[in-house]
């Protein structure tokens, strides 16, 4: 199993610009999640997704979309990029939609918004 | 609402000395407590959860972290310290009921040869 991917792993912007980070799992894992981890402020959960269909707003939702139409791919789509959204951003899944079970994390995308 | 507070942004020790990185929660009901840690230019990996049961829970590379109710504490231990055990760790919770964890901010621990 390949597990958590996500691509690109780098990424520059322009402000306005738009883009999708891409997330996929082969673990046909129910729950998939995206954060965002900035120096000082630990992981911040931007949107999830209880199942195919299913997605849902996190704590920063601002700026962001989400769609799920399959079980294994979760993108993330920004609509006009901004520097406050230069970040490492990290897909997550895990097996159900109870998060008591553990998070299997991507590799992250490193953005640079200019 | 839920939340977690780690209050050490670095946490140094020796190799071969014990080390603890602290984590308190607060959260309503019963929390699920989870344990990640991070290396260098790499997603996060899960070291350990507390559900319920025993207080003290078993996890990986020899990490061990004590659920403490009255103190709301989940604080990670180990040992013995090793120089690759330098790496970022993060405190999750989650409350019975919700589906979505809280992270703390993370506590760089460096292990000096």
């Known amino acids: 199993n390949a597990g958590v991917t996500q691509t690109p792993k780098f990424q520059v912007l322009k402000t306005g610009q738009s883009m999708t980070l891409q997330c996929a799992q082969d673990?046909?894992?129910?729950?998939m999640s995206w954060y965002r981890q900035d120096p000082g402020m630990g992981l911040r959960l931007i949107h999830y997704?209880?199942?195919?269909?299913?997605?849902d707003q996190g704590e920063v939702p601002n700026g962001y979309n989400v769609s799920r139409s399959t079980t294994e791919d979760f993108p993330l789509r920004l609509l006009s990029a901004a520097p406050s959204q230069t970040s490492v951003y990290f897909c997550?899944?895990?097996?159900?939609?109870?998060?008591?079970?553990?998070?299997?994390f991507g590799p992250g995308t490193r953005l640079t918004v200019l | 609402a839920q939340s977690v507070a780690q209050p050490e942004d670095q946490v140094n020790v020796a190799e071969g000395n014990p080390l603890t990185v602290k984590c308190t929660y607060s959260?309503?009901?019963?929390?699920?407590l989870f344990w990640y840690v991070q290396y260098p230019n790499r997603g996060l990996q899960f070291l350990l959860k507390?559900?319920?049961?025993?207080?003290l829970v078993k996890g990986s590379y020899g990490f061990e972290a004590e659920f403490n109710k009255s103190q709301t504490s989940f604080h990670l231990k180990k040992p013995s310290a090793l120089v690759s055990d330098s790496a970022l760790y993060f405190c999750?919770?989650?409350?019975?009921?919700?589906?979505?964890?809280?992270f703390g901010k993370g506590t760089m621990l460096l292990v000096s040869p």
């Open positions: 997550a899944s895990s097996y159900t939609g109870d998060s008591y079970n553990e998070q299997f």
């Open positions: 673990m046909n894992h129910e729950y």
């Open positions: 997704s209880v199942g195919a269909g299913i997605t």
């Open positions: 959260v309503s009901g019963n929390p699920y």
């Open positions: 507390y559900i319920t049961g025993d207080n």
């Open positions: 999750a919770a989650l409350e019975s009921g919700y589906s979505t964890l809280t």
